[in-house]
């Protein structure tokens, strides 16, 4: 009998076409899951005016999404672990890619608000589900940068989305910035005919030529023979349970990550979210305010790829924290009186703290869980901090409707961003031996 261990053999493979298939697909499921993250806010100013909402109808029902993906979280997460990753990606494409676009064909409030929140589910599995498939599909040695482009795409895909509201909702109409969702279903069929299952679930299933093709598409120079038998690391062997998270020293982190989400996607999702409407408060026509939006997730972009850059010098930690205290700065600086170029470049370098945090959040978390839990610990903290990402449109809403101004509107996210900072600095080391290749092990430091 000769044991193989498979995480192993990929974690010392050479980056080849087998990994740069793995990491497309995750990439264009991540940019697509941005897209949709993004659509309703760049919309946001065009629905209110054709269904005459007011600022508290609109908070909910940009909440609906977001509760939607409160409940996805936690059931992508634990199914990813039990099914499938591929499986859940693919599932959590197909559900946004079609109720998404379907709201393009709805004028009812209620019926849009449950499409919106049908599509949340989807949405939710989606980074969590990719960041963990391309962790165990990845060589150890550029892991971390795959995994930084990956979460980075989000703001790729928030980008997107804007740009086609600068394109499209003047000459077309804000309808069409959905149907452009469908797209996605394309990367479904693509998914299912090309991408890997989780190496723990061929193990379950016992589809040893399964696992024996991805180890010859990994490392060209592998030979199998019948005697082999194929095994993971045995930290990978957890049982992935909500109770796992709290078990075995990671109690403390996983409280600590899951207020660091919480607040992330509640400064995250409250700007993205409102942004373009409270431009339009501040004077600015809907199309500037969509490029001042557009500018806020450029920001964001070279935010993550500068952040995950430094962190592999001098570790997630450090960079969170002072990401986190720049957000809380700049975000006060927004509705300053200054020149309009002064203006463009306060709203990139606020840009740089805002989506970029919850990028490198997923890296860091990564860190604290052996492969077996770790869609299950990411699904879990994405649900939690999804609390964040609905309460914050409903509350800005609600005190924009009470007469809040537009200064104290911006105000009003500092006190998360020094909440997330605490709660870094407050992190515990976690044990060494998550160091492996399906626990998305993906930088050196911390």
């Known amino acids: 009998m000769n044991k193989v261990n498979v995480n ?13 298939m793995v990491f497309s697909i995750c990439l264009l499921a991540v940019i697509f899951d941005g897209y949709d993250m993004n659509v309703y806010g760049t919309t946001l100013p065009s629905i209110m005016k054709e269904l005459a909402l007011n600022p508290t109808q609109t908070g909910f ?14 059931l992508f997460g634990m199914l990813a672990d039990r099914i499938g990753r591929k499986k859940v990606l693919m599932i959590g494409m197909a559900i946004y890619a079609v109720f998404t676009g379907l709201c393009g064909f709805v004028s009812d409030v209620n019926a849009f608000a449950v499409l919106r929140f049908i599509a949340g589910m989807g949405m939710a599995s989606i980074s969590p589900v990719a960041t963990s498939l391309l962790s165990e599909f990845s060589p150890k040695a550029i892991r971390g940068i795959l995994v930084t482009l990956l979460i980075t795409s989000i703001q790729v895909g928030q980008l997107i989305a804007t740009l086609s509201g600068v394109a499209l909702i003047e000459s077309v109409g804000w309808r069409a910035i959905y149907w452009i969702a469908f797209v996605p279903l394309l990367l479904v069929a693509i998914a299912y005919a090309l991408l890997p299952e989780s190496i723990n679930i061929y193990l379950q299933q016992e589809k040893t030529d399964k696992i024996c093709s991805i180890l010859k598409k990994s490392n060209p ?21 909500l109770a796992s998270l709290f ?19 509640y400064i995250a999702f409250g700007v993205l979210t409102w942004l373009p409407k409270l431009m339009t408060m501040m004077g600015y026509t809907l199309k500037s305010s969509l490029i001042f939006s557009a500018i806020i997730s450029l920001g964001g972009i070279v935010g993550s790829l500068a952040g995950g850059m430094i962190a592999q010098k001098i570790g997630f930690r450090k960079v969170l924290i002072a990401y986190y205290l720049a957000c809380a700065v700049m975000i006060n600086l927004v509705t300053l009186k200054m ?14 703290f805002i989506g970029s945090q919850q990028n490198m959040l997923y890296a860091y978390a990564s860190d604290n869980y052996p492969g077996s839990i770790l869609g299950t610990a990411l699904g879990w903290g994405s649900s939690f901090g999804r609390l964040g990402s609905v309460i914050a449109p409903m509350l800005i809403g609600v005190l924009m409707t009470a007469g809040l101004s537009v200064t104290s ?23 060494a031996a998550y160091d492996d290749p399906i626990a998305g092990k993906v930088h050196p430091k911390l």
């Not at 120079?221 to 349970?241: G, I, L, M, P, R």
């Not at 020149?339 to 740089?352: E, H, K, N, Q, R």
């Not at 105000?411 to 709660?423: D, E, Q, Y």
């Open 409 to 431: 509107l911006f105000t009003t996210f500092t006190v998360p961003a020094l909440a997330a900072a605490i709660a870094v600095f407050l992190m515990k080391k976690p044990p």
């Open 8 to 20: 192993a053999i990929i974690d010392n493979s050479k980056f080849n076409k087998f990994f740069a």
């Open 247 to 265: 078990q075995e020293g990671r109690a403390w982190n996983t409280v600590m990550i899951w207020i660091m989400f919480f607040c992330n996607l």
């Open 339 to 352: 020149s309009f170029g002064l203006f463009i470049v306060v709203l990139a370098v606020t840009g740089l």
């Open 61 to 74: 029902l940009a909440s609906t999404a977001l509760a939607g993906m409160i409940f996805g979280a936690i």
């Open 221 to 241: 120079e592998f030979n199998s023979s019948e005697d082999d038998v194929y095994e993971v690391s045995a930290v990978n062997k957890t049982k992935a349970t």
